[in-house]
């Protein structure tokens, strides 16, 4: 997906969680941390970039294994409770970027040379819109009829 696709989604998911803006923010930042720890293609040359996409950066148990040290250290190291949602919410982001990537090509899942995930559009095609208008819309719908998420 586009970077504005995995922004606006992301943020969406957040805000509807939560119905606080620092969280819908922090999520959109954590969006884009998988792609932007690869580099952009005219860095470091297409065919390296493209190698190494959706591999390493891409893996969800590096987010899911962080997820569980911050839960259990938060006491220790974050006395902000504020600081420790940014953190909780920008690694949320990145496994959503994850989830919204399977549903364009692949991704690592249990181990990282193990991929796996479904072609609905191409990125950057109208389909890829649709399909994020589509998911804003359920997201919507669902924060409607139950209040916040």
């Known amino acids: ?9 992301s943020g969406v998911v957040a805000y509807a969680a939560t119905q606080d803006p620092l969280p819908a923010a922090a999520a ?3 969006a884009v941390f998988p792609d932007k720890v690869e580099g952009t ?9 493209r190698s190494r996409h959706r591999g ?3 893996w969800p148990m590096l987010y899911i294994a962080l997820l569980g040290i911050l839960s259990h250290t938060a006491g220790y190291f974050f006395y902000d409770a504020a600081f420790f949602s940014i953190l909780r919410w ?8 994850i989830a919204e990537d399977a549903v364009c090509g692949k991704v690592p899942f249990l181990l990282p040379s193990q991929k796996i995930g479904v072609r609905l559009f191409t990125v950057g095609s109208f389909r890829e ?18 209040g916040d998420l």
Do not use: D
């Not at 920008?90 to 970027?97: I, P, Q, S």
């Not at 819109?129 to 139950?146: D, E, N, P, W």
């Open 41 to 49: 293609p005219g860095s470091v040359g297409w065919k390296s970039w």
């Open 1 to 9: 997906m586009k970077w504005i696709s995995h922004i606006t989604l």
């Open 129 to 146: 819109y649709l399909f994020v208008i589509g998911c804003i819309a359920l997201v919507y719908a669902a924060s409607t009829l139950h």
């Open 56 to 58: 390493w950066s891409h």
């Open 90 to 97: 920008m690694l949320l982001g990145a496994l959503m970027h």
């Open 28 to 30: 959109a930042v954590g």
